[in-house]
């Protein structure tokens, strides 16, 4: 029987140099907001893993256009299919 639970998939379009700052560890890689999405879904059900990345802006202030961008990939495909690694993304350290 599978794990019961879901993972949350954070996408930023500063992701990568984030993580880099970070070292993959939650409190240091993720923002406010983003904490506070986590914090939100944890009351309504359990969270297995929480996995970061993206890239693309990289201090260029198009944050907003980068993930909108994003996103409407996600919707026209159904989904995020894949290893999650192999796309960029790292399951973030809670320790």
């Given amino acids: 029987m599978g794990k019961k639970g879901k993972d949350l998939v954070i996408w930023d379009p500063d ?3 984030m993580l880099k700052e970070g070292d993959g560890k939650y409190n240091k890689v993720t923002l406010g ?15 297995n893993n929480v ?3 993206g890239d693309g802006n ?3 202030e ?7 961008e994003w996103l ?9 299919e894949g290893d999650l690694e192999e ?6 350290d809670f320790s």
């Fill in 62 to 68: 198009k944050c907003l256009a980068l993930t909108v």
């Fill in 15 to 17: 992701g990568q140099e």
């Fill in 33 to 47: 907001s983003q904490k506070e999405l986590y914090r939100l879904v944890k009351k309504g059900m359990k969270v």
């Fill in 72 to 80: 409407r990939g996600i919707v026209e495909t159904g989904g995020l």
């Fill in 87 to 92: 796309m960029g993304f790292v399951r973030l």
């Fill in 51 to 53: 996995w970061f990345g």
């Fill in 58 to 60: 990289n201090g260029k």
